[in-house]
């Protein structure tokens, strides 16, 4: 098989290719950018400073209406402290999730990021937002793409990440996500952050109705602006992240698919996302079978103590994480800590 393959070729082996074949072409992929048998990891917190939002996605049992009862905004003492404790567990990155609250301008974040850089320097490295959350306080303050960036990028923000992109083809977010932005228009906002300097993230959610067509369009527009960027020689996509749905308290509803699926997918992904440096496992949303994913072309994950997003929808969260390092140790890989790189642009 060539170096890069086809949609077609993907397809096939989808369909035909068995568990040991995807594997093995999958590792083969995956020591062209990374050493057998060695993984990286981060531990960190997912900081949901708000639940309320208005994209009204039906498949997340986190968010509540404005003026709903139950609806928050965390102070900045809270935040502090989620920080501080992430900390004491030897952590070091925090990732910003919350969605779309009307009541929030651009500036409450800016202000926000503001701070936690001052207070923290770079002991702590973060995640502002995600692309859909980008575009929309973009919107908001009626910004364009690349004036949103600057504004966060001068508040001190080095990642957006590229969360908010579940699957990427228009049919899924008509179904599933209408309120959200259309494909088109996040992948505008992910090259203005780029652009910007910032560094950013792919990420891909699966297990919900989407078709195996939609599933290989995700990753082929993922590879094909991580070739854009390589030629013009931006940043570009640090990694690419895949979990899968948690289907509990929400309206779609459904059933969770199995790791096995979620295994093959990951082999899939490496394989053909041959521009990307890191696929990461998704602890999060697999606990402890996240790690045979390794086996299958991954080379990085997070350890996550908190994400209420997740947790609301049926995610559990594993707080020894010793116990949980020993699960790759024992599938016999050296495992070795890293921490998030800050933008090359911004640190001379």
């Not at 290989?216 to 996509?237: S, V």
């Not at 699960?327 to 070795?336: A, F």
Request: with cysteine; net charge negative; glycine share 6%.
């Amino acid at each position: 098989m060539n170096d890069r393959i086809t949609v077609d070729q993907a397809r096939e082996l989808w369909v035909s290719a068995s568990d040991e074949e995807l594997m093995s072409l999958a590792r083969d992929a995956r020591a062209k950018w990374h050493e057998p048998n060695h993984a990286t990891y981060m531990v960190m917190r997912i900081i949901n400073y708000t639940n309320v939002c208005v994209a009204q996605c039906d498949y997340c049992a986190f968010y509540v209406l404005p003026n709903q009862e139950g609806g928050y905004v965390l102070s900045r003492k809270d935040v502090f402290a989620k920080i501080d404790d992430l900390l004491e567990v030897g952590g070091d990155l925090v990732a910003f999730n919350g969605g779309f609250n009307p009541k929030l301008p651009l500036d409450f974040y800016c202000d926000l990021f503001a701070a936690v850089r001052e207070r923290y320097g770079d002991r702590v490295e973060f995640y502002a937002l995600t692309i859909a959350e980008f575009v929309y306080l973009a919107d908001r303050a009626n910004l364009t793409h690349a004036e949103a960036a600057a504004r966060l990028r001068d508040a001190g923000v080095h990642w957006i990440t590229g969360g908010g992109s579940e699957i990427l083809t228009e049919d899924f977010r008509k179904r599933h996500a209408k309120f959200k932005y259309t494909v088109r228009e996040y992948f505008e906002a992910q090259r203005a952050i780029v652009e910007a300097g910032l560094k950013t993230t792919a990420t891909m959610v699966i297990g919900f109705d989407e078709t195996l067509d939609e599933r290989l369009e995700h990753l082929l527009r993922t590879r094909d602006f991580q070739d854009e960027c390589i030629a013009e020689n931006l940043p570009g996509l640090f990694s690419f992240l895949c979990w899968t749905y948690k289907p509990y308290g929400t309206e779609f509803a459904g059933v969770e698919i199995s790791p096995r699926e979620y295994w093959r997918h990951i082999a899939l992904s490496r394989i053909f996302l041959d521009n990307v440096k890191h696929v990461r496992t998704s602890v999060l949303t697999q606990n402890e079978e996240a790690f045979r994913a390794l086996d299958y072309g991954a080379d990085d994950f997070d350890l996550p103590i908190e994400d209420e997003v997740t947790q609301k929808a049926g995610a559990t969260i594993e707080l020894d994480l010793e116990s949980l390092l020993a699960v790759p140790r024992s599938l016999g890989y050296t495992i070795e800590y890293r921490r998030a790189e800050r933008p090359a642009a911004l640190t001379a």
